[in-house]
């Protein structure tokens, strides 16, 4: 096996990242950017899918990414070179796995650090060639793919060339139907070439529709070559059959020398657009103009990225490069600011580029890409879950810090008066998802854990940049309550069946739907009695949404999960109903410690709001988990019942006093828990199971997460010593990964084998109750094991006289979901790197707390097993390319937008030692080292403001630089006044 | 380019048919039968996808054609072979084609006559070493794949061997889950391999679901390996990723020597079916039961076949083989009979091993094969839309001509009171289509030419063999009416709006569906105000078929074709509401004239027909058309309007001299629309367009079509002169195609490229219309020309002022449909053989009529054109296996299930001179050959008896053998009386 080597160089000015023997790796799976709507997503094998805007518009099938790996001898550039003289050798054919080793061949690969470009290289040692090309989005032109075959011999050699792209969809195909149905769409096709051209036009002969009418194809996509000496490309047209571009040419290569062409490819162009392009092509300067846009597509991309904070240059390249991707994918998601400063109107969110998360690798996540309207001017659009879209927002306001209030305000206006949030959020307001009869995967529910951490989050950082403007909006009435038709059962009926907690409301549901065409996006926020929307104060919103948790708390066990969706791993989803939740008992105990140092004035609430802190409250006196439950749970029903039958309206004065009490109670209450949760081994609890029984709740534990520990680590309650202990039980624990150097989500576990799984023990097979169903619901085997019957997935379907044997045989009990079933995303042994960089930006919080030395060196352990240092066959892609996970059996999956990105652009701000406090900057660096230096400097931006830190003289580099908080304002407000920092470090 | 030669073979006793280099043709894509629910196809390429009872469980993913024809890289067999020695070749991998050609390698593709078995072989002459495989059935066992590497050199050689199944799937994975998820589902598998065996269990760790419950994966699919010496397996077991079965082993090959080993594949084993496997691996015989099974299963497969007059001894090897396939395809559709001679309960039809059309080359309609219970015992079930079932039980009739008046029953009971059928049947009664509002390719409608022609065809069957009795059941009143909830409008409504004629009666529907449950599939029949089934006599039921056709008639235009569907080929769909068929029109004048000698009595029919009849009747003296639909369309509401308020259950007498009266008056208009529908070409038009206009009907004429010429060879009009002249016109016209000797469904035509497409012609471009619209729906390109928007993919949303323009540019008037704008199927180009055999047939019976000579060798040219003797290459495929179509760019397509089967199989007894004509069957060969006599003999079995045909030494050879009624009706009766019939012909 060849040696898989990884470095950075430099082609064109351009710095890639290339890999040496990538054919030795397992195919991986890249994502490449674009600085407008084209999208690229492609395999090391070569197979890819590109397009503009949405799958809905691709250049090549969008699959899913397994078949894209697979696709690449039937889909996307195929080369044939044959050397004259090698006539019965049938031509070189690089790239193909399936060519028997006559030539002596080495590849390489390489990605831009931009992200954008993707270089394939071939070498034939035997016959002194070399090929590549390169794929590289060129804006309004589309992609382009520049091919090169250069001549390494000292003697001029003769080419036939074949140069194809197979297998190129027409315009006017929807993924479903191209997925489902190509052997129909096929027939549909037709490849034409436009006479005395080599531009392919790709079409439907007609657009495939449910109705007997005409239905005329009036686009199409289109390839084209350029630069090619007397290419032909008559084999290009076709009908009824896959569409290929090919071109053939004889090419004479002097020794040494090499020949360049290009192909370049767009989508869906109509008559007028296809005119304008056979006069482009016709320019002579066609070739100049085209590598021009290549060159300003990279250039713009850099921008955004640079507006974002993205660039910086210090002495670790890998790290410069990883840093640039998180910020360019975190962009890509979450989106940046299109103007800035903000305008006071906190509704307004000037947000472009965005796109909600959506890979081959996800085929039931969609993106469509829309950032400018028809006229090529940028449009204002974002849409995301709302579990995902505040953690890219979050670490976008870092940058643009004066954005935070209104994102904390777009936060709080989506959130519902009886205390959760909605499925997803855009530009056009919010979505819950309703019950679609004749689609099985619809579900409705809340996720639970998110609001608190994220909102936290989001606090934080205004209270560290803004204090007083936050203290000012905790008594402004202004802050709305989204109207989602979902009821909550009484804490009675939640009890008996917490798995069939909510009640869709039909009625409202219609009365929203049915306000929407005149009030617009409004329509789904909550109104009073006059139609007008009803608004509260911000400390009602913070308290509405604690108070909701804490009416759902079981001491010793966590929040209970009974609003039907699962938390932040949504792969654990059977723990809905009967689990508990720690994780988001430790976020809320860190929440509860920040109203606490917030809220130093006497708030406004709402009356039912004051009404429902009390009847909590009132639960605090000793009692078992049951009486505690039961207290709150029923001040919950309360409160949810005033909210259904429509809220007063009146607002009443909660004393500061009764309000910090409350607070250091409940601090005191969730301590207890967390602290109870440790474990022997020195992890804590994550999730818990419940179980009502007569007098008490049984609580029972699971297996241990990471999650739980991220949880406590960022809760606040730990020592910096207690810290650095629990991360030293942690490396010793299941959940390390040795391999990867990181942690999983859960111990890798070792699933039963067939035979192994569906046995009956040997002392149950003479029990009455078996011999009663051996032969219908049990079956005896020819060696005498007993079985379920295979129709028997679970016992809902078994006689009750049997369902406790079926426990015996499966334990279901301990079933968790999905995430002890499967070997990707979060499941077994798998490495979540989300979570991993949660983990990270956890402990450096805690070194900014307390600088432990022990905590220091975990930093830089976790931090060197995510990976941008690492070998390529160790990572299994681009080692500065972010991705979703690490499964056992292959290297990392699923690339770009994770939000592993949002908490390593965080971190990065904490080893920068950039932070703020009270509205002032401070550049501290205290986790840096050598190595982060080049020529004795290190430059980045902040706020889009270059800073440099140059190494000092003076021996104690910790004390750093504050600016004042005038000079921290225009920072954050972007004027330019100060151009550029440089701080002596 | 290598000769593609084809040959009849014999391996190990079987007859196959071999293709030597057919890698030198197109892939071709391959069904594979079997005598139980194991179904395979696969491509030329070796990409396969094979299981059993449905798509959902398979053992390779079952994808479209085009999919599985490219997955043979990733999917199914792959062998290296490793010479030792050859180290550093990495060796040898048959059947891959992006090897490059370091060997001097030859292929060959064998398929069993019987059809249900393939062998793949390669020989590579450079090492002296040929590889072949073989997929067979082998019943309970699954499909087996032996393998045989012979050795073909004069030394011992040492082979490392790797040979494996890859991606095969696990058990418990739905067709659709796969296609769109396959990447999560690979999340799922685990591959296990039983210790110290070679089975391979292939799962999935747990079951998609869509609720957060346990979904334990009970079943796996299954592989193992027999007979590979100190095989090794140990690459097999995998989790995460796609199973693949890996056998290893260093093979020690003498000198001409060789070594076989076996895959066995099922789907779907429990626990109690894996313990069961591991005892049968065990067996030392067990490479002998596998072999047992692989021959039981052939046999089993020919003696069904043979039961349905399948099997031929002709001197023509390659005719008798097309004809078991034939007849092969034939029961695979349409199924046989369990038991005969039939009960005298006409209900009764046991038919098994018939399903639902469906291969993968047609992704909208799936399979379903059930031929036995849970105990393994043969079951009764049927399955078929209307269009297609009754064909296959056509041509199944030939063989069983007692169930002739059950099938006829089925057929009569299953037509509705307002005349039309419905969309499925069923061993479980009718189905037809709802509306699905969430589907947008629901639709409801009325297939009409089908009722008349293939009723017709078994009526005439009756008559032939059982007259007295079709006489009798004329006035026999135990035949029911369908009910299907559509409520064709009125008259006024339909000329409106001819393409929103049909009202789905809701209510209606749902009193259905509540009766299901009690009444079982006779809630679907028209119950009486007593709730009981309203019975008719046969008379009725066949006049309001009649009558209702009559009803739409439009002279000179054909029949109006107003019931939202179109008629046979449903790519012309969008003749829908304005097309008039003469297709119809023609089989309606063969059944006129059938109905005139068949009633000779005055018979009993409904008094609402009475009226019918009559009020129809009154529109034949002369006028224009318009004022004919108006007063048949009228009377057609009318009686319409008794059917849906409740008929009155009142029998009225036709005496027979009004019906006879009322035939010859009929038969004379509809023979002067004919004849008025001759073309100066010598062909007739198929369909017309229509426009009412305020006084008249305007017709417009369409291109040729085939249809339209085999309905006038059919109907009985043309003499056998004109019917010589027709197709002599047909071969000059532009419907044949000279490279395949055969004829397209419509004659090739170009369409406009896409520069030519949406242009506006130079003189309308300074209209002040268009000056007016230019920038928004018209847009002027860079050229000067100017295009539609490309939205507008028809009129419908443009300004009026603007569809003039449109239809100009686009000419939408003469879209027939989906026809005109693909490129397979029944699209351009394209001959769709069904029709050709639909053709050959009606020739046939214009020679039984007329013996012209002209026609004999007409005949004979198109019998060559559909090809057994063609060449493969020219063919596309084996010439003995029936396709559905051949389009322009591409060899055969869609293998298997075509409605060519049922025609071919009534044209060869006429071929072989079996008659029958007032219950007496006649054996008159006048159209056999010399070659189609081996040995001066030719046999066949009718009805299960043998039939000789021997030469006779006598001149007059044309004289042949009539039987007496009685031995006719043994022979009918198949009550084994008659043995054997020789014939000196």
């Known amino acids: 096996m060849k040696d898989v080597k990884g470095?950075?160089?430099?082609?064109n000015g351009e710095r890639f990242y290339e890999i040496a023997n990538y054919d030795a790796m397992q195919p991986f799976f890249i994502s490449l950017a674009s600085d407008t709507d084209l999208w690229m997503y492609l395999s090391s094998t070569g197979g890819l899918t590109c397009g503009r805007r949405s799958p809905g518009e691709a250049l090549f099938p969008y699959y899913t990414d397994d078949k894209i790996t697979e696709s690449y001898e039937f889909t996307g550039p195929r080369t044939e070179i044959k050397a004259k003289g090698e006539g019965a050798n049938g031509g070189w054919l690089p790239f193909s796995n399936h060519q028997q080793p006559v030539y002596d061949l080495s590849r390489k690969i390489a990605k831009s650090a931009v992200g954008n470009q993707i270089v394939f290289c071939e070498e034939n040692h035997t016959l002194g060639l070399r090929f590549s090309y390169i794929w590289a989005p060129a804006g309004q032109h589309g992609w382009v793919r520049r091919a090169t075959l250069e001549n390494l011999s000292g003697q001029a050699l003769e080419i036939e060339l074949t140069d194809s792209l197979l297998n190129v969809l027409p315009a006017g195909v929807e993924r479903k139907t191209q997925n489902e149905f190509s052997t129909l769409v096929d027939g549909y096709k037709k490849t034409e070439l436009v006479p005395e051209t080599s531009l392919a036009l790709f079409r439907m002969e007609a657009i495939l529709v449910d109705r007997a009418e005409p239905s005329e194809s009036l686009t199409c996509n289109t390839v084209y070559c350029l630069?090619?000496?007397?290419?032909?490309?008559d084999k290009t047209p076709s009908k009824g059959v896959r569409g290929a571009f090919v071109a053939e040419a004889d090419l004479q290569l002097p020794a040494h020398g090499s020949q360049t062409w290009y192909n370049v490819l767009d989508v869906s162009k109509d008559a007028v657009a296809v005119h304008d392009l056979m006069r482009f092509i016709a320019r002579p300067d066609a070739i100049e103009q085209i590598e021009q846009a290549m060159h300003k597509s990279t250039e713009t991309l850099k921008r955004i990225v640079a507006q974002n904070d993205g660039i910086q240059q210090t002495g670790d390249e890998a790290n410069d490069a990883r840093h640039f991707a998180n910020v360019l994918f975190n962009t890509?998601?979450?989106?940046?600011?299109l103007t800035y400063p903000p305008t006071s109107d906190t509704q307004d969110l000037p947000l472009t580029f965005g796109r909600r998360h959506g890979d081959p690798s996800r085929p039931w996540n969609l993106f469509n890409i829309r950032v400018q309207d028809e006229n090529g001017k940028p449009v204002v659009a974002y849409q995301g879950n709302w579990r995902d879209i505040f953690q890219n927002w979050e670490a976008l306001s870092y940058s643009y810090p004066l954005f935070i209030n209104h994102i904390i305000a777009k936060f709080l206006n989506a959130t519902t008066a009886d205390g959760y949030n909605p499925y997803r959020i855009s530009n056009e307001g919010i979505d819950y998802e309703v019950i679609e009869p004749e689609n099985p995967w619809s579900n409705i529910g809340y996720w639970g854990d998110h609001q608190i951490i994220y909102l936290l989050k989001l606090l934080e950082l205004s209270a560290k940049h803004e204090p007083e403007k936050l203290q000012s909006l905790l008594n402004e009435r202004r802050f709305a309550f989204a109207n989602v038709p979902y009821r909550l059962k009484s804490y009675a009926e939640i009890v008996a069946d917490p798995k069939n907690s909510i009640r869709f409301d039909d009625e409202e549901h219609k009365r929203i739907q049915a306000l929407i065409p005149t009030m617009g996006p409004d329509a789904k926020l909550l109104l009073d009695t006059n139609g007008q929307i009803r608004h509260t104060t911000m400390a009602d919103k913070l308290l509405i949404?604690?108070?909701?948790?804490l009416s759902n708390f079981i001491p010793n066990a966590g929040i209970w999960?009974?609003?039907?969706?699962?938390?932040?791993?949504?792969a654990n989803n059977a723990l809905v109903g009967y689990g508990a939740s720690m994780v988001t008992l430790c976020y809320m105990r860190r929440y509860v410690a920040f109203l606490q140092q917030l809220i130093q004035t006497d708030v406004q609430i709402g009356a039912e709001t004051l009404d429902f802190l009390r009847a909590i409250r009132h639960a605090y006196p000793n009692g078992n988990a049951k009486q505690f439950i039961n207290i709150v749970g029923t001040a919950g029903e309360a409160y949810r019942n005033k909210v259904y039958t429509g809220l007063s309206g009146e607002m009443q004065t909660l004393e500061q006093a009764?309000?910090?009490?409350f607070c250091a109670a409940t601090l005191h209450k969730i301590d207890d828990s967390i602290r109870?949760?440790?474990?022997t081994d020195g992890l804590y609890e994550a999730y818990n199971l419940i179980r009502f029984t007569d007098n008490d709740i049984e609580i029972s534990h699971l297996y241990q997460m990471l999650e739980g520990q991220v949880a406590v680590l960022s809760s606040g309650l730990l020592s910096g010593e207690e810290a650095a202990d629990l991360l030293d039980a942690m490396r010793a624990s299941d959940l390390y990964r040795e391999d990867q150097r990181s942690y999983m989500l859960y111990p890798n576990r070792r699933r039963k084998s067939f035979l192994e799984l569906n046995n009956l023990p040997d002392e149950a097979k003479n029990l009455p109750v078996v011999q009663k169903h051996l032969g219908t619901i049990l079956k005896q085997d020819c060696d005498g094991g007993i079985h379920f019957d295979a129709r028997y997935r679970n016992a809902n379907d078994l006689p009750d006289e049997l369902k406790d044997l079926y426990e015996q045989v499966f334990n279901h009990h301990a079933f968790t979901g999905r995430s002890g079933t499967f070997y990707k995303y979060e499941g077994l042994g798998c490495i979540y790197w989300h979570m991993v960089s949660k983990l990270l930006l956890a402990v450096g919080e805690n070194i900014a707390r307390d600088g432990n030395a022990r905590l220091k060196a975990q930093y830089a352990e976790i931090r060197e097993g995510i990976g941008s240092h690492k070998n390529p066959a160790e990572y299994g892609a681009f080692p500065f390319d972010p991705y979703s996970h690490t499964p056992s059996m292959a290297g990392v999956q699923q690339p770009g937008m994770t939000g592993q990105v949002k908490e390593d652009i965080i971190s990065r701000w904490f080893e920068l030692g950039?932070?703020?406090?009270?509205?002032?900057?401070?550049?501290?660096?205290?986790?840096?080292?050598?190595?982060?230096f080049t020529n004795g400097e290190l430059r980045f931006t902040y706020c889009g403001t270059e800073v440099i830190y140059r190494k000092s003289k003076i021996e104690n580099r910790e004390s750093g630089l504050t600016l004042t908080k005038e000079q921290s304002q225009h920072i954050f407000a972007r004027d330019g006044k100060i151009q550029q920092i440089t701080v002596e470090v």
């Open 914 to 932: 950039v932070s703020v406090t009270n509205g002032q900057i401070t550049f501290c660096p205290t986790m840096l080292t050598e190595n982060d």
């Open 658 to 661: 009764e309000l910090q009490e």
């Open 7 to 11: 470095q950075f160089i430099t082609i």
């Open 561 to 570: 999960m009974n609003t039907l969706r699962p938390e932040w791993n949504d």
């Open 676 to 679: 109870a949760n440790k474990r």
């Open 545 to 549: 949404t604690l108070l909701t948790k």
């Open 227 to 233: 630069g090619l000496p007397r290419g032909r490309y």
């Open 332 to 337: 890509m998601r979450g989106g940046y600011y």
